[in-house]
T-cell receptor, first 111, second 113 residues
Framework: GQNIDQPTEMTATEGAIVQINCTYQTSGFNGLFWYQQHAGEAPTFLSYNVLDGLEEKGRFSSFLSRSKGYSYLLLKELQMKDSASYLCAVRDNTNAGKSTFGDGTTLTVKP | DAGVTQSPTHLIKTRGQQVTLRCSPKSGHDTVSWYQQALGQGPQFIFQYYEEEERQRGNFPDRFSGHQFPNYSSELNVNALLLGDSALYLC????????????FGQGTRLTVV
């Protein structure tokens, strides 16, 4: 099975940088995803890592170390609208549609 | 181009009743996955439909069943509702079972009283 851990809550200041960590233990691995979910809304795709290293997408970057079972999502130049839950999800190696999600990290951005 | 649409958006049911939730995938997508998201938790995989068949199933009882139609839309049925079934039910669509990206619908908020 899959076990995914991420911090429950984080707080950061507008304009700052924040790093949200995710550790996982899996029986199979076919990629790690990060999603953003605003309260009452659907998760939206942010990033995908399948190989070790850093993937950069504008203000958001995601890093993966498969040997350590570790990933992080880096958010730069924080904006108030970045206040949301950030979900780490590991994709099963047999079926791309089946992902195991962590419980999410609720990020609060303060002025 | 319509994204993933789910109906209804909100639903209140009584314990023991049955419920059917509906999902229309994003245009061009043929695979639908269903997730249950309890308050304060991440989505939990229920099952996935492709080519009108259940392809993968998570750790959910047989009270949870589904269907996919020839137009790729899908239904999630839950029988003998329990209070613990109260959650946000999310549908995610993708192109094929090996697609990298899945698009989520807005979800159906089910409350069992």
């Amino acid at each position: 099975g899959q076990n995914i851990d991420q911090p429950t809550e984080m707080t950061a200041t507008e304009g700052a940088i924040v790093q949200i960590n995710c550790t996982y233990q899996t029986s199979g691995f076919n990629g790690l995803f990060w999603y953003q979910q605003h309260a009452g809304e659907a998760p939206t795709f942010l990033s995908y890592n399948v190989l070790d290293g850093l993937e950069e997408k504008g203000r958001f970057s995601s890093f993966l170390s498969r040997s350590k079972g570790y990933s992080y999502l880096l958010l730069k130049e924080l904006q108030m609208k970045d206040s949301a839950s950030y979900l780490c999800a590991v994709r099963d190696n047999t079926n791309a549609g089946k992902s195991t999600f962590g419980d999410g990290t609720t990020l609060t951005v303060k002025p | 181009d319509a994204g993933v649409t789910q109906s209804p958006t909100h639903l209140i049911k009584t314990r023991g009743q049955q419920v059917t939730l509906r999902c229309s995938p994003k245009s061009g997508h043929d695979t639908v996955s269903w997730y249950q998201q309890a308050l304060g938790q991440g989505p939990q995989f229920i099952f996935q439909y492709y080519e009108e068949e259940e392809r993968q199933r998570g750790n959910f009882p047989d009270r949870f069943s589904g269907h996919q139609f020839p137009n790729y839309s899908s239904e999630l049925n839950v029988n003998a509702l329990l209070l613990g079934d109260s959650a946000l039910y999310l549908c995610a669509s993708s192109l094929g079972t090996t697609s990298l990206e899945a698009f989520f619908g807005q979800g159906t908020r089910l409350t069992v009283v």
